[in-house]
């Protein structure tokens, strides 16, 4: 696979996983400036540890035991429901009908409780090292799910995959711990959006190639389908917006 | 033990449902397809994968209008 190949096949990896890295950092850098750098960097190297063990049993077991129309179905129905949960949630954000994901607030937030925590010096910060564990745990979770679901074609995308994962990872830890401030400037709904978007025609697309489906020029399918999702995700923002009145905005449990 | 596992079983759960009825509805929209390919002639079962694209637009818009209706209700 030459460099421009893989660039375009790590792409949609990349840009998914770069949304959880995103989240992941705010409460690692939280903890970090509150109550210093060593148990949180601790408990995120352990969630690296822990998510390299998952990823390389499950994903290596899913890629060579299971059979191949099997897997595309099972990876195909694990993708559309989580690309449908990420792509229900950004058209509601779009609408005004959920808050949007405030990556500032989430830090203030984060500070105050592990300041209102306190620390006593002479102790291995276990508080701070549980919170970055925990944190880079769930959020790397969905970055191995979007590896495998991206990857689970064959070892030439599972290589892609993992590779813009791994460049996801390494420019959003670059920028923060170069700025100290969490990443507020990504549009973080519109990736999410995106991604929704890209994991569910990737679900629909996999599934049906699963099941016998024919799809006219096979993988040049994919941006038809996700073209109809697009339309679909525009028409439903327009008949929210015409739904509710003028700046209306709802939690998102009321939904 | 137990609030482990409660714990990872949440976190999977969370990660692929958000909205349990959309849930639902990808789920019976896949099922729906699988049927169709397994049962029907061969010029459904090659069209089986456009079948479950319009199921899952036709349930987003749904889910979504249901939302609407819902946020709607609760602002007044």
């Known amino acids: 696979m030459d460099l421009t190949t893989l660039a375009i096949a790590a792409t949609p990896s990349f840009i998914a996983s770069a949304v959880e890295f995103v989240e992941a950092t705010t409460i690692v850098l939280a903890v970090g400036i509150t109550r210093g750098w060593r148990a949180p960097l601790a408990g995120s190297a352990l969630a690296a540890l822990t998510l390299a063990v998952i990823v390389g049993t499950l994903g290596v077991a899913l890629v060579t035991v299971v059979p191949e129309h099997l897997l595309l179905v099972l990876v195909g129905t694990l993708l559309l429901l989580f690309g449908l949960r ?22 203030r937030k984060e500070v105050a409780e592990l ?23 769930l959020e790397g979770i969905e970055v191995a799910f979007i590896v495998i679901a991206f990857g689970a074609k064959g070892i030439g995308a ?98 | 033990m137990f609030s482990v596992l409660r714990a990872i079983w949440d976190n999977t759960y969370g990660l692929l449902v958000d909205d349990g009825q959309l849930a639902v509805g990808a789920i019976a929209a896949l099922a729906i397809t699988w049927l169709i390919a397994a049962s029907s002639s061969e010029a459904l079962r090659e069209n089986a994968g456009w079948v479950l694209l319009v199921l899952v637009l036709a349930l987003v818009i749904a889910n979504l209008y249901r939302a609407g209706h819902n946020a709607r209700r609760r602002t007044g």
């Open chain 1, 158 to 255: 599972m290589n892609a995959a993992i590779v813009g994962a791994i460049a996801a990872g390494i420019i959003v830890i670059a920028l923060a711990a170069a700025l100290r401030h969490p990443l507020t400037a990504v549009p973080e709904n519109w990736m999410k959006f995106g991604v929704g978007a890209m994991l569910s025609s990737f679900g629909v697309f996999w599934f049906g190639e699963g099941v016998g489906a024919h799809w006219p020029g096979d993988a040049a399918s994919i941006p038809l389908i996700l073209g109809a999702y697009l339309v679909a995700s525009w028409l439903a923002v327009r008949l929210l917006n015409g739904l509710l009145p003028q700046g209306a905005r709802v939690e998102a449990r009321n939904v």
């Open chain 1, 86 to 107: 990420w792509l229900r949630k950004a058209v509601l954000r779009f609408a005004g009908i959920v808050a949007l994901h405030d990556e500032e607030e989430i830090y």
């Open chain 1, 115 to 137: 300041r209102a925590q306190g620390l006593r010096r002479t102790q291995w910060d276990w508080v701070g090292m549980i919170v970055a564990y925990k944190a880079v745990l």
